[in-house]
C-alpha cells in the first residue's frame, strides 16, 4: 500500500513520488516532493463491528514550501491478479464493463451485418472498462460516477471478495478512484485521489476520449488533506456473494439517511394527474402522451417510458375524466396500436407509427421491451377493473389482442429459446438477440395465465425467467432495459426481473422464485444512491438541496441518477420485505419512493433548467446529475420525463404507512411523522404528523407480523384504507387489535 503525492502539467501527469506505507497501525514519515516538504502520517484501526473490514486513514500535511497543481492518494495493490476476477463498481462498471465495444455516437445503433443474429455476443458503447483481453486497462472516474464510491471484486479462484468504501469527497473537492491492471506481471491497483484529477482523458456521452480538463489544488504552507477508506476481506464462493456482502455495508461511511418532508405522495399525484390531462393527452386519438409532444419519442411509446403505464395510476386513483380516458387508450391501442403479429407498435408520432432503430425510424424494428412492458401493464389493468367494475365485461377487442400479444410471447420464445432485445415488429424474427430486455416479459405470461387459463403462459413464463437466471442474473450483470444504450449493464432490466421473479412467486408459490427474486434485488441496491451527493453551492440542485438518496442510476453509458425506476413503482421491493422479513428492502422502497417528489417542479419551488428556464408545474426531469458526463452537475435539461410515471406509480402501489398492529412495528414512508401513544395488547395508537404545507392523503397498509407471507398479489393497494389531513396538522389513528385477522 502506497501513499502518493502527484504534480501535474495540465491534466498529465509532471511527476510523482510514493512512499510504501508498512504494516502497522500507526506511522508518519517526511518526504521532499515538487520543491516542498510533506508529512504523511497514515492510522490503521479494526472496525468493531465488522470483524472483516479495517479502517484506514491518511492525512497529507504540507510542512514547508509550496506545491503547485498536485493531488495526493492511497494506492493499494493485489498481486496474482487475473482477468477473471469479476470488477464491480456500483452502477459504472459490471464484470469490469469487459465486453465488445462499438464507437458509435449517440444514440448508438448496431448497422453493420456482423453484429446482428440470434446468438450475437454483448455489445456495449465506448464507456470506460477494463480490457478483455491480456495488457494494461484503467478505469479512472470521479466518486460521482457511482451510485456509492466504492470499488469490489470477487477472485473466484481463491473464493475472496474484497470490497473498499470512501467518501464523496474531502476539503480539496470530489475524489477519484482508479482501478488500473496489468496482466503482464498480474497486478492491479485500486487508488482514491484527492482532488479527482482525470489524466488524460474524462468520459462524455459514448466517449471515453474527451480531453480532461481536471487540475489539482496548489498546497500552500499547513494545507492538510485526508483521505478516508474502509477496506472489507471476506469469503466469497460466487458473484453473488459479492452483491449480497454489499447491501450489508454500502453506508458503513455515510450512516443513517436523514428524510426531509416536503411534498406528500397524494399532493405529487395531485399536480401530475393534472399535468397528464392538460399538457399530456392527445384528444384527436386518444392517448396520454410519454411526453409533451415535441418529437417522436415525446408523443406515443408503448412501453419502456409510459404509454400504458401512465393509464394505470389514471384508472386507480383518477378522477371520472382520468379514468374514461385511461380507458381509450386501450381502445387506441388495440384498435390501431398493435401489429398483425401480436406484438406492438412502437411509436406514434402526430398519427404516423415509426420503429426503434434511431437511424432509421422507419424500419419496423421493436425493442421488445416494449411489448414486455404492455402485457404486463395491460393485464394489470385488466385485474383492476375486474375488482372496480366486477360485473362488466371487457370487451372482446382488449381481450383478443392481449391474448395475442401473449401468443405471439409464445411463438418468439418456441422458435428461439430467448425473446431477444429487438424484433421485427411484423414478422416476430429476432434481429438483434441476447439482453435481458424483456426482463418483465415472465410477469406478463404468468398474469396471461392467470387471466386466460392458459398453462402455456406460465411454462413460458418459467423457462424465460430460469433462462434469464442462468444467463444473466448468475454472472452479475443484466443487459437491454433502455433502447439506446446497445447493451450495456443496466437497472431497467434488472427491475424488470424483480418484477418477474415476484409475480412468479406469487404465482406458483415457489420458493426458489422468491430466492431468485431475492438476489437480483441484490443487484439493485448498486444502481441506487446511498447517500446525499453534495453538490456544488452554486448549482441549481446545490440551491435546493436537493437530496440523492434512493435515487436510480439508469445504466453505465448515461451516468446520470434520476428520479425513480424507469419505469416501475419497485413495489416488488416492498412485497419482498414482507415475504422474507428483511428490512432491508423495505429501507429501499422508502429511499426510493419518499425523495421522488422533491424532483418536481412546483409554484413554491420552480426547479430551473440549465438554460435558466423555469420547469413549469408537474414536470419532472429525468436527470440527477452527480456526473459531469453531459450537463454540468447538479444541473438539468428543460424537459419533461418518464419519471413522472414512476412517480404516479408510487402513489398507488406504495404504502404511505405500514402498521403491524400486533408487533407494533410501523415504518412511515410518506412524507409523514408519527408518535406511539399506546401500544397494548388491546390496541395501538399512533399520532400521525404532516410537517409540510399541503394536505395530504395517506395510504395504510395494516397487517399482524404472521400475515406478512399473505400474497398480496396484483392491486394490492386496492381499496386500503386512507387518511386525511391537512397541512401542519396531526391525527390519531386506533388500531384495535382484539379485531384483527391472521389471513387479511
Not at 472498462?129 to 472516474?141: A, K
Not at 395530504?696 to 389531513?725: D, W
Request: hydrophobic share 35%; with cysteine; charged share 25%.
Amino acid at each position: 500500500m502506497d501513499a502518493v503525492i502527484t504534480a501535474f502539467k495540465g491534466s498529465h501527469a509532471m511527476d510523482s513520488q510514493s512512499i510504501t506505507l508498512a504494516e502497522r497501525d500507526l506511522q508518519s514519515y517526511k518526504t521532499h516532493f515538487n520543491g516542498a516538504e510533506w508529512e504523511i502520517i497514515s492510522k490503521r484501526s479494526p472496525v468493531p463491528e465488522r470483524k472483516d473490514a479495517v479502517d484506514l486513514e491518511v492525512s497529507f500535511r504540507l510542512c514547508e514550501g509550496f506545491s503547485e497543481n498536485t493531488n495526493v492518494a492511497i494506492r493499494l495493490t493485489f498481486n496474482k491478479w487475473s482477468t477473471d476476477n469479476y470488477v464491480l463498481m456500483p452502477s459504472a462498471a459490471y464484470n469490469g464493463n469487459r465486453f465488445e465495444v462499438r464507437k458509435i455516437g449517440y444514440p448508438p445503433q448496431l448497422s453493420e451485418e456482423k453484429d446482428f443474429g440470434v446468438d450475437v455476443p454483448t455489445l456495449i458503447t465506448d464507456v470506460p472498462r477494463l480490457n478483455i483481453g491480456e495488457g494494461r486497462s484503467r478505469i479512472q472516474l470521479l466518486t460521482g460516477d457511482l451510485a456509492t464510491p466504492a470499488v469490489g471484486f470477487a477472485d473466484l479462484h481463491t473464493k475472496q471478495g474484497f470490497w473498499l468504501l470512501t467518501e464523496q469527497g474531502t476539503g480539496v473537492g470530489d475524489s477519484r478512484i482508479t482501478m488500473e491492471e496489468n496482466t503482464e506481471n498480474q497486478t492491479c491497483t485500486i487508488s482514491i485521489s484527492a482532488p479527482g484529477v482525470r489524466e488524460d482523458y474524462r468520459y462524455t456521452i459514448c466517449d471515453t476520449n474527451y480531453p480532461s480538463e481536471d487540475t489539482g489544488v496548489d498546497f500552500n504552507e499547513g494545507d492538510t488533506v485526508k483521505l478516508y477508506l474502509r477496506l472489507f476481506f471476506f469469503e466469497c464462493e460466487d458473484v453473488q456473494d459479492l452483491f449480497d456482502y454489499f447491501t450489508e455495508i454500502r453506508k458503513d461511511l455515510t450512516g443513517k439517511v436523514k428524510f426531509s418532508h416536503e411534498l406528500p405522495f397524494s399532493g405529487a399525484w395531485d399536480i401530475q394527474e393534472t399535468k397528464y390531462n392538460t399538457q399530456n393527452w392527445v384528444e384527436k386519438y386518444g392517448y396520454y402522451s410519454v411526453g409533451t409532444v415535441e418529437g417522436v419519442h415525446q408523443d406515443w411509446q408503448i412501453g419502456w417510458v409510459g404509454g400504458l403505464m401512465a393509464t394505470y395510476p389514471m384508472l386507480f386513483a383518477g378522477t371520472s375524466l382520468s379514468r374514461e380516458r385511461a380507458l381509450r387508450n386501450f381502445d387506441f391501442v388495440f384498435s390501431e396500436g398493435q401489429e398483425e403479429s401480436g406484438f406492438f407498435k412502437s411509436c406514434g408520432y402526430k398519427g404516423k407509427w415509426y420503429g426503434d432503430n434511431f437511424k432509421d425510424l422507419d424500419n419496423k424494428w421493436h425493442l421488445i421491451r416494449k411489448s414486455s412492458d404492455a402485457l404486463y401493464y395491460i393485464i394489470k389493468q385488466f385485474m383492476l377493473m375486474n375488482k372496480m367494475e366486477p360485473s362488466r365485461p371487457l370487451p372482446d377487442a382488449w381481450m383478443d389482442g392481449t391474448r395475442k400479444c401473449a401468443d405471439a410471447f409464445v411463438r418468439l420464445w418456441t422458435r428461439y429459446g430467448q425473446f431477444g432485445q429487438f424484433i421485427h415488429a411484423e414478422t416476430g424474427e429476432i434481429l438483434i438477440g441476447g439482453s435481458a430486455s424483456a426482463g418483465i416479459a415472465p410477469a406478463g405470461l404468468a398474469l396471461a395465465y392467470q387471466l386466460f387459463g392458459e398453462k402455456e403462459y406460465l411454462d413460458i413464463a418459467a423457462e424465460a425467467a430460469t433462462y434469464y437466471y442462468e444467463h444473466f442474473v448468475k454472472k452479475g450483470f443484466t443487459t437491454g432495459g433502455p433502447g439506446e444504450i446497445l447493451q450495456c449493464p443496466d437497472s431497467e432490466s434488472a427491475f424488470g426481473l424483480l418484477e418477474s421473479y415476484v409475480v412468479l412467486y406469487e404465482v406458483t408459490g415457489e420458493n426458489h422464485w422468491l430466492e431468485k427474486a431475492v438476489d437480483i434485488a441484490n443487484q439493485c441496491f448498486t444502481w441506487c444512491v446511498s447517500y446525499d451527493f453534495t453538490f456544488p453551492e452554486g448549482s441549481t440542485f446545490g440551491k435546493l438541496n436537493m437530496r440523492t438518496t434512493g435515487s436510480v442510476y439508469a445504466n453505465v453509458q448515461n451516468k446520470h441518477s434520476s428520479p425513480g425506476i424507469c419505469t416501475l413503482s419497485g413495489d416488488s421491493l416492498f412485497k419482498l420485505y414482507r415475504y422474507t422479513g428483511n428490512l432491508k428492502y423495505l429501507e429501499l422502497i422508502k429511499e426510493i419512493s419518499h425523495n421522488l417528489t422533491q424532483y418536481l417542479s412546483r409554484l413554491d419551488r420552480p426547479i430551473h433548467a440549465a438554460d435558466g428556464r423555469a420547469m413549469p408545474l408537474g414536470w419532472m426531469n429525468e436527470r440527477v446529475e452527480m456526473s459531469d458526463w453531459l450537463e454540468p452537475v447538479g444541473e438539468i435539461f428543460y424537459g419533461s420525463c418518464w419519471c413522472e410515471v414512476s412517480n404516479m406509480l408510487t402513489y398507488v402501489e406504495v404504502p404511505g404507512l405500514y402498521v403491524q398492529s400486533d408487533s407494533g412495528f410501523v415504518a412511515a414512508i410518506d412524507h409523514i411523522d408519527y408518535e406511539m401513544k399506546e401500544n397494548t395488547d388491546d390496541r395501538l395508537i399512533l399520532n400521525v404528523i404532516n410537517p409540510t404545507n399541503y394536505k395530504a392523503k395517506i395510504k395504510v397498509f395494516e397487517e399482524t407480523s404472521l400475515s406478512m407471507n399473505r400474497i398480496l398479489g396484483q392491486n394490492g393497494l386496492f381499496g386500503c384504507r386512507h387518511v386525511e389531513l391537512e397541512p401542519q396538522s396531526s391525527l390519531e389513528l386506533v388500531f384495535e387489535k382484539a379485531d384483527l385477522r391472521t389471513d387479511i
